[in-house]
Nanobody, 115 residues
């Protein structure tokens, strides 16, 4: 059973930065992909950034140029560096890991951006 633990959320002013971390209980190199999703109140969960096993990344249009996903295989951790935050980025951010036929989610971490 894979466990994912997010950290790094909090309250930040518009224009500020945060770095989220997702620590996995197993080797992240065993996952087909890892990524960050977010869900704002009253909205559907959406993909923010994904990192595939070969190193390819993909981002939501709304965060391109501001967010960066990366990994530290030695620490089994995936990061999401978020810069130039704006109030529209306010949401619960979830870490997701995918293996064949199975997807795992973390418990989420709240990010609140004040104007």
């Amino acid at each position: 059973q894979v466990q994912l633990a997010e950290s790094g959320g909090g309250l930040v002013q518009a224009g500020g930065s945060l770095r989220l971390s997702c620590a996995a209980s197993g080797s992240i190199l065993s996952f087909n992909s890892m990524g960050w999703y977010r869900q704002a109140p009253g909205k559907q969960r959406e993909m923010v950034a994904s990192l595939f096993s070969g190193g390819t990344t993909t981002y939501a249009e709304s965060v391109k140029g501001r967010f960066t996903i990366s990994r530290d295989s030695a620490r089994n951790t995936v990061y999401l560096q978020m810069n130039s935050l704006n109030p529209e980025d306010t949401a619960v951010y979830y870490c997701r890991a995918a293996v064949p036929l199975r997807v795992y989610w973390g418990q989420g971490t709240q990010v609140t951006v004040s104007s």
